[in-house]
């Protein structure tokens, strides 16, 4: 696929290490100085990344807001001195990613990745709206509470929606769901305000009860309070996912902890299972319960193992825990409480404020993984799964 990457500076700074990385990969990288070239190149040309570092004639900010507004199909990496780095201004004035003056040679070449996976998904985009008709639904799960699951779910989200794709967050725990909290949104419209107005009523989509975050998701947030969750049930949620289908290509839902009519209902509805488990021995037993209970109910086959917060040389051996689960693990999520505590407690996703973190790192690696998986055919899956022993 041609992208066409630019490079915009309004001092004289050369591209540098940009360029090299560029040309490694066979691009090309057009460098100017002079925005009326850049206007020019903008205008002819469709699949463009743009590096763009200001200081001094333009400030950064402004005038990534003028070239998104004019060029609203450019990805846009803004450059900005390290003191002014500020990523959620970034996003509201266009940016597709940033990058700290003093970026190191990673950090420039996970931008340059991201950009172009960007980049192809986006031309691919008659294959995105027929994959909405097939739009995936994954349960983050684990019948213990405070493993971490609100934590991925509304990172997952984030990352799933920079892939480009449309993403819906459900909030599967009406009682005390804490959704819209770790994005910092109090909704005025929830699941409660659309069962009570929407259900049933073709003109009422679930979208009008769905709140837009930060990140380009869209969640359908639990009811404003406790004792509301009692009007919601099982069949609300059937109805509710399946509208979230054919407006979204993913829907998370973040599950509840106990075994309702409700969070059976979610795993009936997934396409896959997030286990999310973490290295103690008392989640692994609930975990390995909960597994037998998705066997007997035949949703077994959907889950795949998350471990979360795991730390090298701690904790029970992965050999074992894959033993104790009888499944192979899919995916580890590094322990970084700094990174999740702060994100939780500014009502800011990780995958926003801190997304080259560890944790940032993990769960995009994760939702690359899932991605990838979906778009395979059910018979290369399969024969995915099939190199695990089932049983000892
Ligand atoms: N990878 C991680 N590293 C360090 N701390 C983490 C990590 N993931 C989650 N945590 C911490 O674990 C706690 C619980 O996270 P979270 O609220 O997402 O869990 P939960 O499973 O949704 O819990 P609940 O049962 O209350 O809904 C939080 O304090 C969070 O900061
Ligand atoms: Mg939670």
Redesign the pocket.
Same mark, same amino acid.
């Given at each position: 696929m041609d992208i066409n990457w630019y490079y915009f500076s309004d001092t004289n700074t050369p591209p540098g290490e940009i360029k090299i990385l560029l040309e490694k990969q066979r691009f090309k990288l057009t460098a100017t100085n002079q925005i009326e070239k850049l206007h020019t190149l903008l205008i002819q040309n469709n699949q463009s990344v743009l590096f763009l570092k200001a200081h001094t004639l333009y400030n950064v900010y402004e005038l990534c807001q003028e070239i998104s507004v004019l060029y609203p199909h450019v990805y846009i990496i803004l450059i900005v001195p390290d003191n002014m780095e500020n990523l959620k201004k970034a996003m509201l004035m266009g940016a597709s990613d940033t990058l700290r003056s003093s970026y190191d040679h990673d950090e420039l070449s996970e931008a340059i990745d991201h950009a172009k996976k960007y980049m192809e998904h986006r031309a691919k985009k008659d294959q995105l709206y027929l994959l909405k008709e097939k739009s995936r639904v994954i349960a983050i799960s684990?019948p213990k509470?405070?493993?971490?699951?609100?934590?991925?779910t509304v990172n997952l989200a984030i990352s799933f929606a920079r892939m480009g794709k449309k993403v819906a967050v459900i909030d599967g #725990?009406l009682q005390f769901g804490?959704v819209a909290m770790y994005y910092n949104m109090k909704p005025k419209r929830t699941i409660y305000e659309w069962v009570k107005e929407g259900y049933g009523r073709e003109n009422y989509s679930i979208d009008q009860y769905m709140t837009k975050v930060d990140g380009d998701v869209s969640i359908l947030a639990a009811p404003p309070r406790p004792e509301f969750f009692e009007g919601i049930s099982d069949e609300h949620i059937k109805v509710s996912v399946e509208a979230a289908k054919k407006l979204f290509d993913i829907v998370l839902i973040?599950m509840p902890?106990f075994l309702s009519e409700i969070h059976l209902r979610c795993l009936d509805m997934a396409d896959e299972i997030l286990l999310?488990a973490i290295n103690e021995i008392s989640v692994l037993r609930l975990s390995q319960l909960y597994l037998e209970t998705l066997e007997s109910i035949k949703q077994r086959d959907k889950v795949k193992l998350v471990l #979360?917060?795991t730390a090298k040389g701690q904790g029970i051996e992965i050999k074992k825990i894959e033993e104790i689960l009888e499944m192979p693990l899919f995916h580890s999520?590094?322990?970084?409480?700094n990174?999740?505590?702060s994100s939780?407690k500014a009502g800011q996703p990780f995958m926003l404020s801190n997304s080259r973190s560890q944790?940032g790192k993990g769960v995009w690696k994760l939702a690359e993984m899932l991605f990838d998986q979906m778009n395979k055919g059910p018979a290369e899956s399969k024969k995915a799964k099939r190199w695990f022993p089932v049983g000892k």
């Amino acid at each position: 696929m041609d992208i066409n990457w630019y490079y915009f500076s309004d001092t004289n700074t050369p591209p540098g290490e940009i360029k090299i990385l560029l040309e490694k990969q066979r691009f090309k990288l057009t460098a100017t100085n002079q925005i009326e070239k850049l206007h020019t190149l903008l205008i002819q040309n469709n699949q463009s990344v743009l590096f763009l570092k200001a200081h001094t004639l333009y400030n950064v900010y402004e005038l990534c807001q003028e070239i998104s507004v004019l060029y609203p199909h450019v990805y846009i990496i803004l450059i900005v001195p390290d003191n002014m780095e500020n990523l959620k201004k970034a996003m509201l004035m266009g940016a597709s990613d940033t990058l700290r003056s003093s970026y190191d040679h990673d950090e420039l070449s996970e931008a340059i990745d991201h950009a172009k996976k960007y980049m192809e998904h986006r031309a691919k985009k008659d294959q995105l709206y027929l994959l909405k008709e097939k739009s995936r639904v994954i349960a983050i799960s684990n019948p213990k509470g405070g493993v971490g699951r609100t934590l991925l779910t509304v990172n997952l989200a984030i990352s799933f929606a920079r892939m480009g794709k449309k993403v819906a967050v459900i909030d599967g #725990n009406l009682q005390f769901g804490e959704v819209a909290m770790y994005y910092n949104m109090k909704p005025k419209r929830t699941i409660y305000e659309w069962v009570k107005e929407g259900y049933g009523r073709e003109n009422y989509s679930i979208d009008q009860y769905m709140t837009k975050v930060d990140g380009d998701v869209s969640i359908l947030a639990a009811p404003p309070r406790p004792e509301f969750f009692e009007g919601i049930s099982d069949e609300h949620i059937k109805v509710s996912v399946e509208a979230a289908k054919k407006l979204f290509d993913i829907v998370l839902i973040d599950m509840p902890v106990f075994l309702s009519e409700i969070h059976l209902r979610c795993l009936d509805m997934a396409d896959e299972i997030l286990l999310l488990a973490i290295n103690e021995i008392s989640v692994l037993r609930l975990s390995q319960l909960y597994l037998e209970t998705l066997e007997s109910i035949k949703q077994r086959d959907k889950v795949k193992l998350v471990l #979360n917060r795991t730390a090298k040389g701690q904790g029970i051996e992965i050999k074992k825990i894959e033993e104790i689960l009888e499944m192979p693990l899919f995916h580890s999520l590094p322990d970084q409480a700094n990174v999740a505590n702060s994100s939780i407690k500014a009502g800011q996703p990780f995958m926003l404020s801190n997304s080259r973190s560890q944790l940032g790192k993990g769960v995009w690696k994760l939702a690359e993984m899932l991605f990838d998986q979906m778009n395979k055919g059910p018979a290369e899956s399969k024969k995915a799964k099939r190199w695990f022993p089932v049983g000892k």
